[in-house]
């Protein structure tokens, strides 16, 4: 099992929709959670972490954490095409760990 | 210069040769960290140092060595590399994380894309 499992998409939504990136993680002492959004031929830019249960907001993104059910995730509002990028989820337990990531499209 | 930086951004090199990536970070952390992004596999972390002490190694071959001589700055060298090691090598940098606790936000610098003839 991978310690941390994305759908890779790709994800398709039109403009002003919301977009709903899914991850879960296999190691229950995981205690911190990051979201990075990573644009073709560019590096990871951090964009969301959570350390509670719960909702986060930050602008147009909100993540979720659900630890009972090892789940987390990140919903961009009022989708742009300047969204349309690679999501990467990372979570640490022991180590650091990255999902594959889910490619988002924004469909003007 | 802000943030993580980089350099070479991008390096050809043969199997035989040997060359050094460098990574700086103005950010003020004490973390630092090698990754590897092949083409639709996960980010692979590489070495960790904290403190300029090296405390993650991921069962990466030998023919990659990290050098750490300050907080600020990182080094991969890289000699006899093999056409599957062409890839983008990534740096990041955080403040220190506490063995299996809370960890913080990494930063990662633009990378360096490796072509290995």
């Known amino acids: 099992q991978k310690e941390v499992e994305q759908n890779s998409g790709p994800l398709s939504v039109p403009e002003g929709a919301i977009a709903s990136l899914n991850c879960t993680y296999s190691?229950?002492?995981?205690?911190?959670f990051f979201w990075y959004r990573q644009y073709s031929g560019k590096s990871p830019e951090l964009i969301m972490s959570?350390?509670?249960?719960g909702d986060k907001e930050d602008g147009r993104f909100t993540a979720q954490l659900n630890k009972a059910s090892q789940y987390v995730s990140l919903l961009i509002r009022d989708s742009q095409p300047s969204d349309s990028a690679t999501y990467l989820c990372?979570?640490?337990?022991?180590?650091?760990?990255f999902g594959t990531g889910t490619s988002l499209t924004v469909i003007p | 210069e802000t943030g993580v930086t980089q350099t070479p951004r991008h390096l050809v090199m043969g199997m035989t040769n040997k060359k050094s990536l460098k990574c700086e970070q103005h950010?003020?952390?004490?973390?630092m960290y090698w990754y590897k992004q092949s083409a639709k596999k996960p980010l692979e972390l590489m070495f960790v140092?904290?403190?300029?002490?090296?405390?993650e190694n991921n069962s990466v071959p030998s023919r990659f060595s990290p050098e750490c001589p300050n907080s600020s700055h990182l080094f991969l060298h890289l000699h006899t590399l093999q056409p599957e090691d062409s890839a983008l090598y990534l740096c990041?940098?955080?403040?220190?994380?506490?063995?299996?606790?809370?960890?913080?936000?990494?930063?990662f610098g633009p990378g360096t894309r490796l072509t290995v003839t």
């Open positions: 990041a940098s955080s403040h220190p994380s506490t063995s299996g606790g809370l960890s913080y936000e990494q930063y």
């Open positions: 190691d229950r002492v995981s205690q911190s």
């Open positions: 959570i350390y509670s249960n």
């Open positions: 990372a979570v640490t337990g022991n180590q650091f760990y």
């Open positions: 950010l003020g952390h004490n973390a």
């Open positions: 140092y904290n403190f300029k002490e090296q405390t």
